[in-house]
Every structure is written in C-alpha cells, then in structure tokens.
T-cell receptor, first 111, second 114 residues
C-alpha cells in the first residue's frame, strides 16, 4: 500500500500559466516533505522542502503548500516554463526514518 | 565539481549473471543509498549505509548486496537471485547520519536483463 500518492500520472500546462502538482500521504507521522524534479536519463534533483511546522514554503517560482489535516501537499510553479517539463516526485519521512517517494507526475509545459 | 558518479550508464545482463553497479561520490557525505525506479512506481530503497563498513537493508533488499569499504564508494551487486532486475538504479548520498537530510542523486544506471 503506497504511503505517498501522486494520483495524476501526467499534467499538461500552457507556458506562463500555473502548474499545480499534488501529493497525498497516509502516514500521519510524516513530518518532513521534499519535492524532486527528474529529467529523462538523469537523477532527481532537489527542488524544495517543507517541514510540518509550516504550511507554506516559497523559493522563486516554486511554492509548496502543506495541509496536515488533509494529509495533502501541493507544488505550485508560477509561471511555468518549457524547461520545467520533467517528472516531479514527492517524498515524505517520519523523524529519523528514510524518505518514502511517490510514483511521480510527468509535467509537460507547452510553448 | 562535487557530485555522484554512477557507472555504467547502461548495462545488459543475461539471466543468471551477477552484475555490479558502481557509485562514487566526492561530496564527503557520510550516508549513501541505492534506489530502484520502475515505471509508475516511486523510488524504492534497496540498501543504505550511514557509515563506512556498515549498511542496512531497505524495503526491497532481496537479491541485492552492497559493500561500504570506503566513504566515497557504495557498489551495488544485483545477484541472480533478484527475480526482476530490469530497472533504473539510482545512487544517492546525504551529509551526516541524519536520515532526513536532503539526498543528492547520481545520473542512474539502467540495467536490462536479456
């Protein structure tokens, strides 16, 4: 049973618009969350993180929102650019435990 | 440039053969990890090591083995006991021994069993 779910396998967005990638989790002990971005044939690269003491973290065009009561987090990319086209993984961890990764969402930003 | 180097990038294996995937890092990170990626699934942890000469099984360790004789190296052997070894393998490292540190990944190795 997947503890971290990304229910949209793919998402297409027009360049300049907002991209919203969603992630749901089942383990209420998760307290730290990461988003990674992965291009084909490359390793994932770290994008942004959030701990459970916050509900929002922002870094440039990227903002992550955490709703602990709903066990849901989302990554917003504004404005979306063609270079953002990649697979995005959500990951979560309990204190002192290894990260659990979601299956990923493939984002396509159309020019 | 500091980073993680995985080799080979592509590897083909006949059934019944063991293969070893190399992972070297020059980031001076204490912890190293091996993940497996399959289509439609998240990254699944195979093995991890927080210090030299010590390693722990992850969620899917069966059919794999590792060693950590040097801080910068963490090779993964895919043995003939691994029933479905065709996958994309990712090595990662993180500073210190706190497992929630952000992971830095290598570019990956794609293993195909013929």
């Amino acid at each position: 049973d997947q503890q971290v779910k990304q229910n949209s396998p793919s998402l297409s967005v027009q360049e300049g618009r907002i991209s919203i990638l969603n992630c749901d989790y089942t383990n209420s002990m998760f307290d730290y969350f990461l988003w990674y971005k992965k291009y084909p044939a490359e390793g994932p690269t770290f994008l942004i993180s959030i701990s459970s003491i916050k509900d929002k973290n922002e870094d440039g065009r990227f903002t992550v929102f955490l709703n602990k009561s709903a066990k849901h987090l989302s990554l917003h990319i504004v404005p979306s650019q063609p270079g953002d086209s990649a697979v995005y993984f959500c990951a979560a961890s309990e204190p002192g435990q290894n990260f659990v990764f979601g299956p990923g969402t493939r984002l396509s930003v159309l020019p | 440039d500091g980073g993680i180097t995985q080799s080979p990038k592509y590897l083909f294996r006949k059934e019944g053969q063991n293969v070893t995937l190399s992972c070297e890092q020059n980031l001076n990170h204490d912890a190293m990890y091996w993940y497996r990626q399959d289509p439609g699934q998240g990254l699944r942890l195979i093995y991890y090591s927080q210090i030299v000469n010590d390693f722990q099984k992850g969620d899917i360790a069966e059919g794999y083995s590792v060693s950590r004789e040097k801080k910068e190296s963490f090779p993964l052997t895919v043995t003939s006991a691994q029933k479905n070894p065709t996958a994309f393998y990712l090595c990662a490292s993180s500073p210190g021994t706190v497992v929630t540190n952000v992971l830095t990944f290598g570019a990956g190795s794609r293993l195909t069993v013929l």
